[in-house]
């Protein structure tokens, strides 16, 4: 039966998630971060056995699941009350990730027009989701996907690390360190990790602009769509990509958020979905952990990997000084 | 009833879970935790 085969891996996922929340209260360090490094020593060091990795690779459920709970903690009030702006500039960086990489890859190092439009597709939307979604839509080659998604997955290993430090450095607020991991980094489990591992409210802006940006997966994988099949080499799109490829776990989350504002939850039932949460986001962190091989990430192609390291710099940078003016 | 009763209920349910979208499972297991916390007021350690 498919959950049993599935239970080892669950079963190491939950054991890492304890050993990293027990580790994080004797060192005094982030619970969220340890997660994800406990989960790279592990593959990196001794490797994951072949019967534990189906149950590992549910990693991406409890880290959906932990976002639609973490709704009922949201303040609708200052989502509105921000929330406008926030969504404009999600729009702008990401329009303008998009290009950079699209101009830097096609004109000025010469890339394989599909793979330039996975890095742009990973880069300025959702990460390795965002690469997975374009590759159908364009009908990329295999090795392409995979050349991207290792970048991409280069990026999030880079940014985790380096993202906190910045954070701590310039001293950035909660709300502006949020909404900036959101806007600028590339994958949903890393912007949630470095956003709760700054502070509670850095952790929500993080999730929710996140939320906002991977929403446009379905618009730029109908643009990529049509665009390849006016070239005459790709599958001609229908509006019903849209709501395709739309996250349905944004959708569990909205709905979350509305009911929380109803005031339906006590405090007592809202602090135990909290804890649920921070709970899936332990797991899901473990799992995460395990897929950053540091093997693998040595194989990622120069040029693509400085392409996207120039669009990184460019959006973080731009979108950090926004932040700064806007809040 | 015997267990074998039961068998074609559970694999229906595990044919349609597995053919779920990740994501919607995603949405289905916060709102079963909700559900389990609203109704049986469980509380979650940390």
């Not at chain 1, 290993?157 to 959101?182: C, K, Q, R």
């Not at chain 1, 618009?219 to 390849?228: F, K, T």
């Not at chain 1, 080499?233 to 504002?261: C, H, M, Q």
Request: hydrophobic share 55%; with cysteine.
């Amino acid at each position: 039966m498919a959950i049993r085969r599935l239970l080892p891996g669950v079963f190491a996922l939950c054991l890492g998630a304890l050993l990293a929340r027990g580790l994080a209260l004797s060192l005094g360090v982030n619970n969220l971060l340890l997660a994800i490094a406990l989960g790279v020593v592990v593959t990196n060091g001794v490797g994951i056995p072949a019967r534990l990795e189906s149950g590992i690779a549910t990693h991406k459920l409890w880290l959906g699941a932990g976002i639609v709970l973490m709704g009922a903690s949201i303040s609708v009030e200052t989502v509105l009350e921000v929330g406008g702006r926030v969504f404009l500039v999600v729009i702008a960086v990401a329009t303008l990730t998009l290009i950079v990489v699209e101009l830097l890859a096609r004109n000025v190092f010469g890339l394989a027009e599909r793979l330039g439009s996975l890095l742009a597709a990973g880069a300025s939307i959702c990460g390795v989701s965002a690469v997975v979604a374009v590759a159908g839509a364009v009908s990329a080659r295999e090795e392409q996907v995979a050349y991207a998604a290792a970048t991409v997955l280069l990026f999030d290993a880079i940014t985790i690390a380096v993202y906190p430090i910045v954070g701590d450095l310039l001293e950035l607020s909660s709300t502006v360190f949020g909404i900036w991991a959101g806007v600028s980094m590339f994958s949903t489990g890393p912007v949630v990790a470095v956003g709760f591992a700054h502070s509670e409210v850095a952790g929500q802006w993080a999730t929710m602009t996140k939320l906002s940006r991977n929403a446009l997966i379905g618009v730029v994988v109908l643009a990529y769509a049509s665009y390849y099949a006016r070239t005459g080499d790709g599958d001609i799109p229908s509006v019903r990509t849209l709501w395709a490829e739309f996250p349905k776990f944004v959708v569990g989350f909205l709905a979350l958020a509305a009911v929380s504002s109803l005031g339906v939850f006590s405090t007592a039932q809202q602090t135990s979905i909290e804890h649920a949460y921070n709970w899936l986001f332990l797991l899901a962190f473990v799992g995460l952990g395990t897929e950053i091989q540091l093997g693998d990430l040595r194989q990622t192609g120069l040029v693509p990997a400085f392409v996207v390291m120039l669009s990184l710099l460019v959006a973080s940078s731009l979108s950090l000084a926004l932040l700064l003016v806007l809040f | 009833m015997s267990i074998d009763g039961w068998r074609p209920t559970a694999e229906t349910v595990t044919g349609r879970w597995s053919a779920l979208e990740r994501d919607w499972k995603s949405v289905i297991v916060g709102g079963m935790i909700v559900a389990l916390v609203s109704a049986l007021e469980l509380q979650i350690p940390w």
